[in-house]
């Protein structure tokens, strides 16, 4: 960044802000590790200061082997686990607003309200949970499928209540994909997670695309 600053023109850093939090995304959700970003971006850095690099195309060829394409991050959309919930608030925030085709930054679809996040299966489920045992369990609590963004007020009342006891929250949500969860037909468990991540993975890949 501070490379292409002092020689990209006004327009081209303003695409590479927002193509560099894309790129950011891509890279964390599909595993990219810190050592192999460090030692291209730093190969990148020269080559902007040297005047090879001129524009954020040129950056993206020279990239092409390391953000992860469409169909790479789409199969690692599908299958990711956010243990930090303000980052997967981020990222459902971001797919509903793609989902609603809404990009404005200033859209909001929860009119303002708190916004939490909801484990739709419990980190320890109780009696109405039997279907699913205590390593699937512990294996998909954080999987992006099973978060669900609600109200606050909505979310108190949750915990680890059964998933016929949730429904009427979920439906009731002004996000879309929450209020999805609650068409569902029986139990919520390991396939209903993997259903529904599957179709934020495909949302993923317009909400952050690979070049602007």
Request: hydrophobic share 40%; glycine share 4%; charged share 25%.
């Amino acid at each position: 960044m501070l490379a292409a600053q002092q020689h990209f023109s006004k327009g081209e850093m303003q695409k590479l802000l927002k193509t560099a939090v894309n790129w950011s995304v891509r890279c964390l959700m599909s595993g990219v590790s810190s050592n192999t970003l460090e030692d291209n971006y730093s190969k990148c850095s020269k080559k902007i200061s040297d005047g090879a690099i001129r524009n954020v195309v040129d950056l993206s060829k020279e990239l092409l082997t390391v953000i992860p394409a469409d169909d790479r991050f789409e199969a690692a959309a599908s299958t990711v686990s956010v243990q930090t919930a303000s980052l997967a608030r981020y990222y459902l925030r971001r797919i509903q607003m793609e989902a609603d085709n809404k990009l404005d930054k200033q859209y909001v679809p929860n009119d303002g309200e708190q916004v939490t996040l909801e484990h739709v299966l419990p980190q320890r489920p109780g009696q109405g949970w039997k279907h699913v045992s205590a390593e699937e369990a512990k294996a998909s609590y954080n999987r992006l499928g099973n978060q669900a963004l609600l109200s606050g007020a909505s979310n108190s009342r949750l915990n680890n209540a059964e998933f016929r006891d949730k429904k009427a929250a979920l439906a009731a949500s002004p996000f879309s994909l929450t209020k999805a969860i609650s068409k569902t037909k029986g139990d919520w468990g390991v396939a209903e997670i993997a259903d529904r991540q599957k179709v934020l993975a495909r949302h993923a890949v317009a909400a952050w695309p690979l070049n602007i």
